[in-house]
């Protein structure tokens, strides 16, 4: 296990669990991660089991080399990269989006990003979109250990919240509803999730080793819903020796 690992792996407990497991299945929600004072951030399903969008190919048309999507779900992305005629893996710690994923023609492991992974120091870009950047609840560890996985000038590619936001937060996954009428539904386990803007990843990123390359943002709704933008960082790994997380 790597220096940087997450021994607690909360991850793989809590996001195999049914209520994640059956939407991915299901191919739709509602579903949440619940904040204990009550939040609820809704998970966008129904738009991770479809297609790769415009944001979504935004991003893998910036891709290089071989491509690890680092909690990968129901494998939108690989299924594209692959369609493409590009080498990629997905891992998640879903048995359900690894089953998901090789079932739209991609290929993943049940991993956690924190464990010993294929091609370690070797791909050619690490993904981390679909909020995934608050895997582990700790942006800078994270970023630290994404940046042992790829090759020496190896891509990164991040998508950020629209907003301004630096928290890290403990969550859980909740339908939002209970499957039987009238009951209310049984408390998942807390786990530790993060959110960030821009700002905050940059500040973390220069931390762990990583230098800036472009930013962008796309609105794929043609209604021009507020808070409808999708936000990504690109950036390039510097020397590991330089890490300050």
Known sequence: MPPTAQ????????????????????????????????WL??????????????????????CEGTVLDIGCGPGRLVAALVAQGRRALGIDVSAA???????????????????SLPGEGSWGTALLLDGNIGIGGDPCAL??????????????IVETTAADVDEQVQVRVERGYHPCPGA??????LFPWARVGGPALLRYAAAAGWTPVEQWTVTDRADQVPGAERCFVSMRRRDLSRSRC
Do not use: M
């Open 41 to 62: 951030l809704p998970l966008e399903v129904e738009r991770w089991c479809a297609g790769a969008d415009a944001a979504d190919l935004s991003a893998l048309r910036r």
């Open 7 to 38: 021994t607690d792996r909360h991850d793989t407990v809590t996001w195999g669990a049914d209520p994640y497991a059956d939407a991915l299945r299901s191919g739709r929600g509602p579903l949440f991660l619940r904040r204990s004072d009550g």
């Open 184 to 189: 209310p539904e049984a408390p998942g386990e």
């Open 143 to 156: 970023l630290t250990r994404t940046a042992e996985l790829v090759g020496r000038r190896g891509l990164l």
């Open 97 to 115: 989006a690894v089953a998901r994923t090789a079932a739209v023609g991609g290929s993943a492991l049940h991993r956690s990003v924190f464990d």
